[in-house]
């Protein structure tokens, strides 16, 4: 009896430890597409538009950060801080460009014309920007070595089962610290800053906004600037983690950080960083309870019941039809 009763507390332990490291890799996952996701609730929260390149403008962001990465190693730095610092900057400026110019080359001269025009050419570009790259790049897979090991030990011990062991990686810590930064800085941005005082304007109505002194075209334009950084950030981070990149994962992450942005309320910032959160988990623990070729299934069918049940998402608000 003593045994059996032994056996089963450690099988309710190794379970429980099971989970809490699920959840963390959950949160781990879901910090990565709440980063994309405000990229696209931002853009939509302004012009109403869903801009699908922006998961290929992570992907940019993702393969510039591997070749910053490349190059300083072969420049001899070795300072990792100082390397890793380096290349967060140079992703974010050079795909903040690529975000401006593909708003201003793509997207401006089709704001004013019927919805379906912008939807179809932000296809076609997230089409330009994976062809360009696996022009420029091939269409391998391309590895990067692990930069950040090791992690914090929460939970160890040994059971009849197996060993026992729950750990925070020092990758994941840094992934889910940076989120929390940016989410807290972004907000506080768009609540007590200019432009963001002016991107609500032009939320609202963007041609009051023009005659009230508002310049729009800049308003957008730094949008879409802000969601290509924070884009970077995102692809800076998943090629940290994950440690293999294609031209493909822009597809891929888009599609989840689209449907986390839908899920949480499309417009909304938290709703964005919820939803990303959500999809993230609900990844995971499919993946590690299921099945892993369902894991996508399982999340767009939470989307699906969530908007049928509730259409403007988990903290979306109603859209209103100015007249």
């Known amino acids: 009896m003593a045994i059996a009763r032994e056996r089963r ?64 190693l072969a420049l001899g730095v070795t300072a990792l801080p100082l390397i890793l610092l380096i290349v967060l900057i140079v992703a974010m400026i050079f795909t903040s460009a690529w975000g401006w110019t593909v708003e201003r080359i793509a997207y401006r001269p089709l704001r004013g014309s019927f919805r379906l025009a912008p939807l179809i050419t932000a296809i076609g570009m997230s089409i330009v920007l994976q062809n360009f790259v696996q022009l420029t790049q091939g269409a391998r897979v391309k590895p990067l070595p692990p930069q950040i090991q090791g992690g914090i030990t929460l939970m160890q011990g040994n059971t009849d089962t197996g060993a026992i062991v729950v750990q925070l990686s020092y990758m994941q810590i840094i992934i889910i610290a940076t989120t929390v930064v940016l989410m807290a800085a972004f907000s506080t941005l768009i609540a007590k800053t200019e432009l963001g005082r002016a991107q609500r304007a032009c939320e609202q109505d963007a041609k009051m906004a023009s005659l009230l002194g508002v310049n729009v075209d800049r308003t957008i334009s730094l949008t879409f600037v802000m969601g290509a950084a924070l884009a970077a950030v995102a692809g800076v981070m ?37 939803g990303g959160l959500a999809i993230g988990l609900i990844e995971t623990f499919w993946s590690g309870y299921f099945s892993v070729e369902y894991k996508d299934v399982a999340a767009f069918s939470i989307l699906a019941i969530t908007l049928i049940f509730l259409p403007s998402g988990l903290l979306g608000k109603p859209e209103v039809e100015k007249v």
Not at 36 to 50: D, S
Not at 252 to 264: H, N, Q, S
């Open 9 to 72: 507390r450690g099988i309710v332990k190794r379970t429980m430890e099971y989970f809490v490291q699920q959840l963390i890799n959950g949160v781990t996952l879901g910090s990565i597409y709440g980063l994309i996701a405000i990229g696209y609730t931002m853009v939509y929260g302004i012009i109403g538009m869903i801009n699908f390149a922006h998961g290929d403008i992570f992907m940019v962001g993702s393969f510039i950060a591997l070749t910053v990465f490349m190059i300083m």
């Open 238 to 274: 998943f090629l940290l983690y994950y440690g293999v990149i294609d031209f493909y994962i822009g597809f891929v992450a888009g599609v989840k950080a689209f449907t986390a942005a839908v899920l949480g309320g499309i417009g909304s910032l938290p709703g964005a960083m919820l």
